[in-house]
């Protein structure tokens, strides 16, 4: 065998381990569900009456729930970012990475199971959340290539997040710091992003971070290929952000996780 | 191993350890918490890099020839490495797979191991549900599944009851039994007599002492009979007729040097008589215990 497909092998039976986790304590991919549909079902039935009027010609007339579901979907990738953080986290500070360590195995093969099964589990979540928007009265308008279009931002987006959940995962001293570290990926991002309302609505200083930061073009690139409305360049920018993303997030996983055999 | 130095920021760690352990030798090393024995154990596992020394294992050197030295070892930390969400068979797959056993070996492996580490019953179960003998027990079965020829336990019976401990004991005698070379860490000088050939004592990142566990007693003097009289009367006959004995008047005891055998007993009882009337009588070799505490602390004298 070559190291290329030992190293294939590795990864593929930690995937294999990973996803065994997943299903066997399915908490946490329940919640990575349920945190975005409590959000898509506060905005719309809740807060939806009036923003959706408020915005007006702001949400390129769309009705409201056409606008908020892709941001949602959006929010339900960052939200899987909680889940790979805290089982790399709960890797390292239980001990079986430290095993693995003195293995003959591959070493990358480690973070690539965990990053391989959160992506995994975001195309799961994100399928369910969908469906919940549907059935709350999305109606996406994407033909069969944009439809692979959405698929593609949405593992860029995941994998990228994967990655970066595993770096902070790495530096995280307890699972509880892992989860907290995810926060900001779950929650202010999201919230500062075009998901919810238009980035033109907010005060310019909140605007500008808002139109410049990665969960905006995602969110704005998912909108323009489900509702029909103009994409612009925000997939390529998207695609830049989840790249540069996940370039940035593996090389500090690679530390981190050299780092810890010290 | 020769000099292996390891510190983090102004903390000294091992500070020159110089280590050689046989093949198929039970090597102990014993100190207390904070001695350095992990990190030693972390350092030849391959698992961190030293800071200054030479280190090989099995013929390959460190680090250059890591690779070649993970092949060939199984380490069980100190803390178990288990899955939590797999179950002991799931567990031993896990490892057979990630060392390349081919499935049908894989197969007969993980059967005989669960079947000699007395897993068999809860091989469906998640370690959840188990004890703190049976975590350990599935951890050194893990540490088995790639048949190592050098076997690291890092405090195997931290934790454990009596009974647990005994079996664990039992595992390691009979790993033995297979030719495997065993580098077993642990504070219970009661461990390192009961299964170990060599002992080094490890204090402060320093080898104090290196030798069977039989040589490291007998560098401790302290050896004696202590004789317990009947009545103060004798005590003084007894003190007489054995000058080089140390009196206890308020226990009626007289604590008499004995480098030890049935010579020197019989010897002493001879030059007692038989005219003293003796309660009791008790003999005392110096144990690991007495040696740890003399070593221990005069490097802390030393130091000072």
Redesign the interface.
């Known amino acids: 065998m070559t190291a290329l497909t030992i190293s294939a092998q590795d990864s593929v039976t930690m995937l294999g381990r990973e996803i065994k986790h997943t299903f066997r304590f399915p908490l946490m991919l329940i919640s990575s569900i349920i945190t975005p549909v409590v959000m898509l079902l506060l905005f719309v039935y809740i807060l939806g009456g009036p923003i959706g009027d408020g915005l007006g010609s702001a949400a390129h007339g769309v009705a409201y729930i056409d606008f908020l579901a892709p941001g949602i979907i959006m929010m339900t990738v960052a939200s899987g970012a909680s889940t790979t953080s805290i089982n790399v986290n709960t890797d390292l500070t239980g001990g079986i990475i430290d095993r693995f360590r003195t293995m003959p195995l591959t070493r990358g093969a480690i973070l690539a199971g965990h990053v391989g099964a959160g992506v995994l589990r975001t195309v799961l979540t994100t399928a369910v959340v969908t469906g919940v928007a549907v059935l709350a009265g999305f109606r996406p308008q994407a033909s069969a290539a944009g439809g692979l279009a959405v698929l593609g931002v949405v593992l860029a987006f995941a994998f990228a997040l994967s990655w970066l959940a595993a770096a902070l995962g790495l530096n995280a001293k307890t699972v509880a710091g892992a989860n907290g570290a995810t926060l900001p990926l779950q929650f202010l991002l999201p919230f500062l992003s075009s998901a919810f309302v238009p980035a033109d609505t907010m005060p310019a200083a909140i605007r500008w971070f808002t139109s410049n930061q990665p969960f905006t073009p995602v969110t704005e690139s998912l909108r323009g290929l489900m509702t029909g409305v103009p994409v612009g360049n925000s997939v390529y920018v998207a695609l830049a952000w989840s790249a540069g993303i996940a370039l940035a997030g593996y090389l500090w996983a690679r530390v981190a996780f050299n780092r810890g055999a010290r | 191993m020769r000099g292996l130095r390891k510190a983090y920021g102004e903390k000294v760690v091992l500070d020159g350890v110089d280590l050689h352990i046989g093949e198929g030798e039970v090597f102990a090393l014993l100190g207390p918490n904070g001695a350095g024995k992990t990190t030693t154990v972390k350092i030849l ?5 030293a800071d200054g020394g030479t280190a090989a294992v099995l013929g390959h050197d460190l680090p250059a020839e890591a ?1 070649a030295v ?2 060939l ?1 199984g ?1 069980t ?1 100190q ?8 179950t002991a068979e ?1 567990n031993l797959t ?2 057979g ?4 056993v081919p499935p049908a070996e894989r197969r007969a492996r993980v059967a005989s191991l669960l079947e000699r580490f007395d897993l068999v019953e809860a091989a469906k179960q ?1 370690p959840a549900t188990y004890s703190g003998g049976m975590r350990r027990r599935l951890d050194i079965a ?1 540490t088995l599944m ?1 048949r190592p020829r050098l076997i690291f336990l890092d405090e195997p019976t931290t934790g454990l009851d009596p009974r647990s401990r005994h079996i664990m004991w039992q595992l390691i005698r009979d790993l033995v039994a297979d030719g495997v070379t065993v580098l077993l860490t642990t504070q219970y000088l009661e461990e390192a007599d009961q299964l170990a050939d060599r002992v080094a004592v490890l204090d402060h990142g320093r080898i104090v002492a290196e030798g069977t566990p039989e040589e490291l007693k007998r560098r401790i003097p302290g050896a004696h009979i202590r004789l317990r009289l009947a009545d103060a009367g004798a005590l003084d006959a007894a003190a007489l007729a054995l000058p080089e004995g140390t009196r206890d008047d308020e226990e009626l005891t007289l604590r008499v040097p004995n480098e030890g055998g049935v010579r020197s007993l019989r010897d002493v009882l001879a030059r007692l008589g038989d005219d003293v009337s003796v309660d009791d009588l008790s003999i005392h070799t110096p144990d690991l215990d007495d040696v740890f505490f003399a070593l221990t602390s005069t490097v802390k004298e030393q130091n000072r």
């Open positions: 596992s391959t698992s961190i890099p690779a993970r092949a070892i380490v930390g803390f178990s490495a288990v899955d939590d969400l797999l799931e896990l490892m797979r990630l060392l390349h998640t893990m790639g």
